[in-house]
T-cell receptor, first 116, second 112 residues
Framework: AQKVTQAQTEISVVEKEDVTLDCVYE???????LFWYKQPPSGELVFLIR??????QNEISGRYSWNFQKSTSSFNFTITASQVVDSAVYFC?????????????FGRGTSLIVHP | NAGVTQTPKFQVLKTGQSMTLQCAQD?????MSWYRQDPGMGLRLIHY???????DQGEVPNGYNVSRSTTEDFPLRLLSAAPSQTSVYFC???????????FGPGTRLLVL
């Protein structure tokens, strides 16, 4: 069973639409970390956010926002007023311990295509 | 700082050949890892290291070897290349496993 599930394989939107990328994780540990990374068409992997399990406060950074809900084991990512430059593959990752030794596990990614 | 560097950027091998993918970081990170990225499969962990002299297997270790003789370098060796190893390989590092991962630019490998 996947520890990090990104059920949306591909999402296609038109510019200026809002879009939410889902991430559901599975862990038995109380201490863990969640991440989002972006992989634009150029191929590099870029860090977006890190959140620890003790901080459920939602975060907003410009057009990006993250909704962390422990009750549903979800860490969803919303892009407001999407732009063509947001087109990329987005990965959610979990770092759990101590059984998982904090070794990061990545989801399979969601490909976001923003059309002009 | 150069961050995480990988060489080569692109390589073509014939089945059965061996080669080493190089990875180096200049951030004094303890944790380093190798992933392969295949369409629809996300990033799968091959091997990782929590410090010099310490390595361990990830999700898909078969056909690959690693060693970590220094903090800076973490080479990945393909012992006898197979077409199934055609993939994009990423090296990553972080101060600790639970910290933000810094990725190299990737190596695109084609095995014929």
């Amino acid at each position: 069973a996947q520890k990090v599930t990104q059920a949306q394989t591909e999402i296609s939107v038109v510019e200026k639409e809002d879009v939410t990328l889902d991430c559901v994780y599975e862990t038995r540990d109380t201490t863990y970390y969640l991440f989002w990374y972006k992989q634009p068409p150029s191929g590099e992997l870029v860090f977006l956010i890190r959140r620890n399990s003790f901080d459920e406060q939602n975060e907003i950074s410009g057009r990006y926002s993250w909704n962390f809900q422990k009750s549903t084991s979800s860490f969803n990512f919303t892009i407001t007023a999407s732009q063509v430059v947001d087109s990329a593959v987005y990965f959610c990752a979990l770092s759990e311990g101590p059984g998982g030794s904090y070794i990061p596990t990545f989801g399979r990614g969601t490909s976001l295509i923003v059309h002009p | 700082n150069a961050g995480v560097t990988q060489t080569p950027k692109f390589q073509v091998l014939k089945t059965g050949q061996s080669m080493t993918l190089q990875c180096a970081q200049d951030m004094n990170h303890e944790y380093m890892s190798w992933y392969r990225q295949d369409p629809g499969m996300g990033l799968r962990l091959i091997h990782y290291s929590v410090g010099a002299g310490i390595t361990d297997q990830g999700e898909v270790p078969n056909g690959y070897n690693v060693s970590r003789s220094t903090t800076e370098d973490f080479p990945l060796r393909l012992l006898s290349a197979a077409p199934s190893q055609t993939s994009v390989y990423f090296c990553a590092s972080s101060y600790l496993e639970r910290e933000t991962q810094y990725f190299g630019p990737g190596t695109r490998l084609l095995v014929l």
